[in-house]
C-alpha cells in the first residue's frame, strides 16, 4: 500500500527504449536496502525494467533471466547484491519470507514483480512502480516515499510534473 504522502510522479513511456532509461536513471540511486515493487499486468514491461536495471547497475551486459520459475535470481554488483524477485507463482505472503527476502529487503536493492504476493511483508518506504499499456506504449506511475528530492530530481531530468 502507498503512503499517502509518497511523492509520485506519472511518466509517458513510449517503447521499450524509455523503461529502460527510467530504469537506467534509478540504478545508480540506489542501495543496500532500498526496494523496487514493479507492478502491473502480464507484459506491463515489469521483467524489462529489472533486466535494464541490473544491467546499468552492473555496468556490462549481462543475462538476466526471468525469475518466473526460480522466484529469485540474485546478482553481485560489487559494492551489493541486487535481488530480482519473480512472485507470480506465489499463493502465500509466507512463501515469499521463506525464500528470504525479509533479510534481502534490509541488505540488498530488491526487485519485486507481483509484490501484491507479498500482503503485509510489503517494505513501507519501497519505491512502487505501476506499469500500464497506454496506446503503443507504457505509463509509469512512481510512488517515491520520503523521497522527496529523488522525485524533484527524477521529475526535472524526465520532464514530468508529480
Not at 545508480?28 to 499486468?41: H, K, S, V
Not at 533479510?103 to 500482503?119: K, M, Q, V, Y
Not at 511483508?121 to 496506446?135: E, F, S
Amino acid at each position: 500500500m502507498t503512503k499517502p504522502d509518497a511523492p509520485r510522479l506519472t511518466l509517458p513511456l513510449p517503447d521499450e527504449e524509455a523503461t529502460g532509461r527510467l530504469a537506467a536513471w534509478f540504478a545508480p540511486r540506489l542501495a543496500a536496502g532500498d526496494c523496487i515493487l514493479l507492478e502491473g499486468q502480464i507484459g506491463a514491461g515489469k521483467s524489462h525494467f529489472a533486466r535494464a536495471f541490473i544491467r546499468a547497475r552492473l555496468g556490462r551486459m549481462e543475462d538476466v533471466p526471468s525469475p518466473t520459475f526460480t522466484l529469485v535470481q540474485s546478482y553481485d554488483a560489487g559494492d551489493v547484491e541486487i535481488w530480482h524477485a519473480d512472485l507470480y507463482r506465489l499463493t502465500n505472503p509466507d512463501e515469499a519470507l521463506e525464500l528470504g527476502l525479509d533479510e534481502a529487503f534490509a541488505n540488498a536493492i530488491t526487485l519485486i514483480e507481483w509484490p501484491d504476493r507479498l500482503g503485509r511483508a510489503q517494505p513501507p518506504d519501497a519505491i512502487r512502480i505501476a506499469l500500464t499499456v497506454a496506446g503503443e506504449g507504457r505509463l509509469a506511475t512512481v510512488d517515491l516515499p520520503g523521497r522527496a528530492g529523488m522525485a524533484r530530481a527524477l521529475a526535472a531530468d524526465w520532464g514530468a510534473d508529480g
